[in-house]
Structure formats: structure tokens, C-alpha cells
């Protein structure tokens, strides 16, 4: 347990579907951060928040919307996706930078 | 962020030391080497960080070069919990938040 959970732990959606992965950490960090990992690829940022204002969007496609409604909780809204969009999307939040603590991730299979 | 190289994998039998080498030629003063891993299928773990000193926690030991320019994770009794890959990450360490750059990592079998 790392203090960041991250639900839901498995998501299957179609393409024309709707839904959103939910990030929350219980550690007081001020900052969160969304990342990607496809298979067989290193992990991608994606978004970075600080004190939940947003500070790096890493040319991320807009169907990906992110969203930080305070400094505990991070959500990453889905809509359109493609299938080349599943993969694995992590959550992380650190107070010291460099430190980082990861959630489990959610795995996404875009059908 | 400098660039780190890092041997794609390694082998290791369990009970003994492992070493994991990361080249990072490229580093400059204000920067700092990080190293993370992660298991198949969960998030990355934070090991250790380093500036120039020597570091130890209870999960490894960290050695750097004194030019900096190439540093040594050590695991000092690698157990089969310690298969994952390992990523070796210069950053600097000041100046608000900044995400993480991994590269591809050296993934660590561990032998029984």
C-alpha cells in the first residue's frame, strides 16, 4: 500500500462509450500526476497538477480530460477512445520532487 | 533531464548481490540520480535517490562515481521478490513538480 488508490482496477469501454478513472491519495502531497504505459513501452506523462492547478499537458489528445477538484483527488475523463489507447494508466502523487508514489494503476481496454 | 543507459536485463541467483550498472555521462551539477522499479502489472516503486555521497536504505545501496557520471544500484541479498524492472532516472531535484522520465529499464530475473 503506497497511499494512492486508484479505481477502477479494470476497465473495458467502446469506443463510443463514455467513463472516468478515479485517483486518490490519502498523503497530503500536493502534487499528482497521470501517467501511460502501453505494452512493451516505457511510462509516458501525461498530466502533472500542482497544488491543482494544472502545470504540464504532454501533447496528450483531447479525448483524454483531466481533472484535479483538490489537492487529494485526480480523475482522467475518457470519451472517444481508440484502441490503441488501452493500456495500463497510472496514478501517482509526490510532495518532494523526484519522490514519487505510484497507485496501482487501472487497465483499459479499449474495444 | 539527462539521459540514462541502462543493460536491458540481468540475471541473478537469489541470496546473492545485484549490481545494476546505469551510464548517465551526460549529468550535470544540480542533478540527481533516482531509482525506481516495478513488478509486472503495479506502479512504479521509488528504491533510492542520490546527489554525489554514497546512499543505503533499507532496500539497497546506491554508488556513484565520483565524476558522477555512472552510478550502481546494489541489492544486497536479491530474494525472488525482487524480479522487476528497474529504472535508473536523473532529474533535478528543485523547482516545483516535474514528472518522471523513465527509459526502458533493466529488467532483473532473479534465479531460484
Known amino acids: 500500500e503506497t497511499g494512492v488508490t486508484q479505481t477502477p482496477r479494470h476497465l473495458v469501454m467502446g469506443m463510443t462509450n463514455k467513463k472516468s478513472l478515479k485517483c486518490e491519495q490519502h498523503?497530503?502531497?500536493?502534487?499528482m500526476y497521470w501517467y501511460k504505459q502501453s505494452a512493451k513501452k516505457p511510462l509516458e506523462l501525461m498530466f502533472v497538477?500542482?497544488?491543482?492547478?494544472?502545470?504540464e499537458n504532454n501533447s496528450v489528445p483531447s479525448r483524454f480530460s483531466p481533472e484535479c477538484p483538490n489537492s487529494s483527488h485526480l480523475f482522467l475523463h475518457l470519451h472517444t477512445l481508440q484502441p490503441e489507447d488501452s493500456a495500463l494508466y497510472l496514478c501517482?502523487?509526490?510532495?518532494?520532487?523526484?519522490?514519487?508514489?505510484f497507485g496501482p494503476g487501472t487497465r483499459l481496454t479499449v474495444l | 533531464d539527462a539521459k540514462t543507459t541502462q543493460p536491458p536485463s540481468m540475471d541473478c541467483a537469489e541470496g546473492r548481490a545485484a549490481n545494476l550498472p546505469c551510464n548517465h555521462s551526460?549529468?550535470?551539477?544540480?542533478?540527481?540520480v533516482y531509482w525506481y522499479r516495478q513488478i509486472h502489472s503495479q506502479g512504479p516503486q521509488y528504491i533510492i535517490h542520490?546527489?554525489?555521497n554514497n546512499e543505503t536504505n533499507e532496500m539497497a545501496s546506491l554508488i556513484i562515481t565520483e565524476d558522477r557520471k555512472s552510478s550502481t544500484l546494489i541489492l544486497p541479498h536479491a530474494t525472488l521478490r525482487d524480479t522487476a524492472v528497474y529504472y535508473c532516472?536523473?532529474?533535478?531535484?528543485?523547482?516545483?513538480?516535474?514528472?518522471?522520465?523513465f527509459g526502458k529499464g533493466t529488467h532483473l530475473i532473479i534465479q531460484p
Open positions: 542520490g546527489l554525489k
Open positions: 498523503l497530503g502531497h500536493n502534487a
Open positions: 532516472i536523473v532529474r533535478a531535484r528543485g523547482g516545483g513538480a516535474d514528472g518522471l522520465t
Open positions: 551526460t549529468i550535470s551539477g544540480n542533478e540527481y
Open positions: 497538477y500542482n497544488f491543482k492547478e494544472q502545470t
Open positions: 501517482a502523487s509526490s510532495q518532494a520532487p523526484g519522490r514519487q508514489f
